[in-house]
Each structure stands twice: as structure tokens, then as C-alpha cells.
């Protein structure tokens, strides 16, 4: 798995108030090579980690 990063969002994040799911949310893009996008995927199969990471979840469709 790529994650692209806009590093003016990075830069701007509040990383004091920032949970650990919602970093994904902050990804630019996320691509991938041969491995990983099944992994992704079964991740935000979950309901709750599709809950606590749903922007992340979303660029996996993009």
C-alpha cells in the first residue's frame, strides 16, 4: 500500500486532538501494488473501524 500525503494537511493537523484511525482520513490518495488492498479492505469491512476510519475507508473506492 502507497498513501500519498498533502503535506500542508499534515502540517495543519492538530495531532494533539488527532486520533490513531483518523490519520488515514488525512491521506491524500491510497494506491496499491500487488499486496495490501485485500488487508485495507477486510479493515474497513469492519463496522467499527469503518466508523473510527471512514475517510481512509472511502479513498479505498476512489
Not at 29 to 54: E, M, P, T
Amino acid at each position: 500500500m502507497i498513501v500519498h500525503w498533502n503535506w500542508e494537511d499534515i502540517k495543519a493537523a492538530n495531532w494533539d486532538n488527532l486520533s490513531a484511525a483518523s490519520v488515514g482520513g488525512l491521506a491524500d490518495k491510497v494506491s496499491f501494488q500487488r499486496l495490501g488492498r485485500h488487508a485495507a479492505i477486510q479493515y474497513c469491512n469492519d463496522d467499527g473501524n469503518l466508523r473510527l476510519a471512514r475517510a481512509f475507508c472511502l479513498k479505498l473506492a476512489e
